[in-house]
């Protein structure tokens, strides 16, 4: 809990604006935190070390989801997705931001459903990256599997902390969250729980049929990477 006690402030202060700074920062943020905090059993954290988690795993998750996707995308639509990211570090708006994060959202999640329908042209595609491209790619998914991995450990304590959260809201005082932010942080790491196949089988085995080795990890504790812009 010393660990999750040092980093709660800085995770606190983690909109969802701040998701998509970018590759390489976020990922150096991401990966801090989720060093700090993965492993760590939900049953035994308090409010704080269960958002302070949440909040660095739903980070994660979304910006390798992000990553993945700008490289299985058209090259339109990759572009698109780096030029909006682009744009979130220009603007200082938030409503814009907002906007704009969901923008990327819906693109990304446009991108993966497709390429798991066209199977063979993802394979295709994924056996035709580059070296730096494979390095991202597995980067990406490495990030992508912890993340879902924490998220399965947290949701298994999301119940009781959803409840908690009921019928003592001041509990959220030292969050700095309201009670609408925190059921929709619980929400998203129940979401992500759900669906974390994608990122623990579905993808793994399209890897395997391209040709390309990937150490799954094996503990939401392992060492995330830092991704880099490319």
Request: proline share 2%; aromatic share 4%; no cysteine.
């Amino acid at each position: 809990m010393k660990k999750i006690a040092i980093v709660l402030a800085i995770a606190a202060s983690m909109g969802t604006s701040s998701v998509y700074a970018g590759f390489g920062s976020l990922s150096k943020m991401a990966s801090s935190l989720s060093e700090s905090v993965t492993g760590v059993s939900s049953s035994n954290m308090d409010i704080n070390g269960f958002f302070t988690q949440a909040k660095a795993t739903n980070v994660m998750f979304t910006q390798s989801r992000t990553a993945l996707a700008s490289l299985l995308a058209s090259k339109q639509d990759s572009d698109e997705l780096k030029a909006k990211q682009k744009s979130l570090k220009t603007t200082s708006d938030l409503k814009e931001k907002d906007a704009i994060e969901k923008q990327i959202v819906a693109l990304s999640n446009t991108v993966l459903e497709a390429s798991q329908k066209d199977e063979e042209g993802t394979v295709a595609k994924l056996a035709a990256l580059n070296a730096e491209q494979k390095t991202h790619l597995l980067d990406s998914a490495t990030n992508f599997a912890i993340a879902s991995l924490t998220a399965r450990e947290l949701a298994l304590g999301a119940k009781q902390v959803s409840t908690g959260l009921i019928s003592n809201p001041k509990s959220l005082t030292n969050t700095g969250m309201s009670l609408v932010d925190a059921k929709g942080v619980i929400g998203d790491i129940t979401g992500i729980a759900k669906n974390s196949t994608m990122a623990l089988v579905e993808y793994p085995k399209l890897f395997k049929k391209a040709g390309i080795e990937f150490k799954m990890p094996t503990s939401s504790s392992d060492k995330p990477k830092v991704l880099s812009d490319i």
